[in-house]
């Protein structure tokens, strides 16, 4: 049986996945920082006919994660990484606000992802298979005013993807970064229900998300996991080292590989 590690699984799109990736025959370590969401996350699998186990670790810190590697490999050695942890973070302009708060975003989303990765690549490397599935984001690739934090992790997430995948590549492992869209929970449910003052930098976040939605741009979570799902069988590794969305013709883009590794598009760069 195949073993995925699933950062941020305790609620939203983390969930979502992790129990997807159960019903499709993969072992679930789901990890986050609440052990009670942990719980319902693996009691939801279990219900499934699935196996998973929680893991208590704060993506932040090498060692939490070092010591819930260990717990994952009680599955046996992990085939897939789907590094989802991440936070939304302050909002408001830049120069109004704690710079702490906003570098510690940019920790949980960007250092985190790192943490992950460092963390599994050497097992992954000596067996030469492996797959890493980066949750990045359309903030990172243009730009969300008000929300400069996020915006700047997820463009870190999507070069650092880029740079794995060189790296890696004749190693056996594959590495995508991905937008999972605007997924009808965790951070656009929060926008979607906020009730923030009016005229603040909170509330135009907030009505942006909700116009967003509205306007048919939302996407259930059902959408994301296929398009994780699909990466994590094998059938895009053609396409490692690509910013890849859920709008996107995985199966058109699979056929234009060549052409799009030539080139070298759907990548973080000047156009």
């Given at each position: 049986?195949?073993?995925?590690?699933?950062?941020?699984?305790?609620?939203?799109?983390?969930?979502?996945?992790?129990?997807?990736?159960?019903?499709?025959?993969?072992?679930?370590?789901?990890?986050?920082?609440?052990?009670s969401?942990?719980?319902?996350?693996?009691?939801?699998?279990?219900?499934?006919?699935?196996?998973?186990?929680?893991?208590v670790?704060?993506?932040?810190?090498?060692?939490?994660?070092e010591?819930?590697?260990?717990?994952?490999?009680?599955?046996?050695?992990?085939?897939?990484?789907?590094n989802?942890?991440?936070?939304?973070?302050?909002?408001?302009?830049?120069?109004?606000?704690?710079p702490?708060?906003?570098?510690?975003?940019?920790?949980?989303?960007l250092?985190?992802?790192?943490?992950?990765?460092?963390?599994?690549?050497?097992?992954m490397?000596?067996?030469?298979t492996?797959?890493?599935?980066?949750?990045?984001?359309?903030?990172?690739?243009?730009?969300?005013?008000?929300?400069?934090?996020?915006?700047?992790?997820?463009?870190?997430?999507?070069?650092?993807?880029?740079?794995?995948?060189?790296?890696?590549r004749?190693?056996?492992?594959?590495?995508?970064?991905?937008h999972?869209?605007?997924?009808?929970?965790?951070?656009?449910?929060?926008?979607?229900?906020?009730?923030?003052?009016?005229?603040?930098?909170?509330?135009?976040?907030?009505?942006?998300?909700?116009?967003?939605?509205?306007?048919?741009?939302?996407?259930?979570?059902?959408?994301?996991c296929?398009?994780?799902?699909?990466?994590?069988?094998?059938?895009?590794?053609?396409?490692?080292?690509?910013?890849?969305?859920?709008?996107?013709?995985?199966?058109?883009?699979?056929?234009?590989?060549?052409?799009?590794?030539?080139?070298?598009?759907?990548?973080?760069?000047?156009?």
């Amino acid at each position: 049986m195949s073993v995925a590690l699933v950062t941020g699984g305790g609620r939203g799109i983390g969930r979502a996945v992790a129990r997807e990736l159960a019903i499709e025959g993969f072992a679930v370590a789901v990890l986050s920082r609440t052990g009670s969401e942990l719980e319902q996350t693996v009691q939801l699998i279990a219900r499934d006919g699935g196996t998973a186990i929680p893991i208590v670790a704060d993506v932040t810190s090498p060692a939490d994660v070092e010591r819930g590697l260990e717990a994952a490999r009680t599955l046996g050695q992990i085939d897939l990484l789907v590094n989802n942890a991440g936070v939304g973070g302050p909002i408001g302009v830049m120069w109004d606000g704690d710079p702490d708060s906003w570098w510690r975003a940019v920790e949980i989303n960007l250092r985190g992802t790192f943490n992950c990765i460092h963390a599994v690549l050497p097992g992954m490397v000596e067996r030469r298979t492996g797959r890493i599935i980066n949750v990045a984001s359309d903030a990172g690739a243009y730009r969300w005013p008000l929300v400069s934090q996020y915006s700047v992790a997820k463009a870190g997430v999507i070069k650092l993807t880029e740079n794995l995948a060189a790296e890696t590549r004749r190693h056996g492992i594959a590495a995508f970064a991905i937008h999972p869209g605007l997924v009808r929970v965790g951070l656009t449910e929060h926008s979607m229900n906020g009730n923030a003052a009016e005229g603040s930098p909170q509330a135009s976040v907030q009505a942006w998300v909700r116009r967003q939605v509205e306007e048919g741009r939302g996407v259930e979570p059902e959408r994301a996991c296929d398009l994780v799902v699909r990466l994590a069988s094998g059938e895009a590794d053609a396409l490692s080292g690509r910013y890849l969305t859920v709008h996107d013709d995985l199966a058109e883009l699979v056929a234009q590989a060549e052409t799009i590794r030539r080139d070298d598009s759907l990548v973080l760069r000047r156009r």
